[in-house]
């Protein structure tokens, strides 16, 4: 399971405010953002050494894609194509809203399960992606949200139960102050299914994470920690020219 928060301000200077955490198996090998593949310029994105896709990436109109798993999808499946190709596939677009068209037009049964949050200055979403048929947009209001591997905001994600509370009574993050949102993300207190930042356990834990703002010009700013974010530095990432 991994995490993202999004913050959406319509009218701000910085209408949308994510931040998320990666939880992957820590020996899956992968590379921090970066511009990897020639035959998308303009695309900037992690990069899993396993299956050559991402889990969240930004392109050079501004859109932001990121990749979840739902419950009881973690990993592989024969037959079934890699998650990590549905960012790539949504950053091929000049908005979010093309994006979304896009991979709803597809048929979702070519992936396990998933949660595909896609992000622009003028909004977000998550696509719902169930095995079958083709995803769902789920649009999400202004205000604060928390994606796991439930729907946005559900209470049922031990999680968000925990977490989301606490994020919604902390300072709004803005581009250089993120202190509000950091000691939640960095959390490692909880059970572990409430655990945001995941404590290594079985092979599994929080591997990286994310700071990333987007400005009503379509703009964007990228920080990333190329470890857990109680432990890692976040350094900022270099993006695309537009």
């Known amino acids: 399971m991994c995490t993202v928060v999004l913050l959406l301000r319509p009218g701000h200077a910085w209408p949308v405010m994510l931040a998320a955490n990666r ?10 953002p970066g511009a990897w593949w020639p035959e998308r310029p303009g695309v900037v994105a992690g990069r899993d050494r396993t299956a050559g896709g991402t889990w969240m990436g930004v392109n050079r109109h501004g859109v932001v894609a990121a990749v979840l798993n739902r419950p009881g999808s973690l990993g592989p499946a024969p037959g079934k194509r890699s998650r990590g190709d549905l960012p790539l596939l949504a ?65 049922a994600s031990p999680r968000v139960a925990r977490h989301l509370p606490r994020l919604a009574a902390a300072p709004a993050p803005d581009t250089d102050g993120w202190a509000g949102w950091q000691g939640i993300l960095a959390d490692r207190g909880g059970s572990a299914a409430e655990q945001i930042n995941v404590v290594s356990r079985g092979g599994f834990g929080t591997v990286c994470s994310a700071r990333l703002a987007l400005a009503a010009d379509g703009a964007a700013g990228w920080w990333f920690a190329a470890g857990a974010p109680d432990e890692a530095p976040f350094e900022p990432v270099a993006l695309p020219r537009r």
């Open 23 to 32: 939880d992957e198996r820590l020996d899956r090998a992968w590379d921090p």
């Open 91 to 155: 950053l091929e677009h000049a908005s979010a809203a093309a994006a979304t068209a896009a991979i709803a037009a597809l048929d979702a049964g070519f992936w396990r399960s998933f949660n595909l949050v896609l992000a622009d200055a003028a909004g977000a979403l998550v696509l719902r992606g169930t095995g079958r048929g083709h995803a769902e947009a789920l649009p999400l209001a202004p205000g604060l949200h928390m994606v796991t591997a439930h729907d946005p905001d559900d209470p």
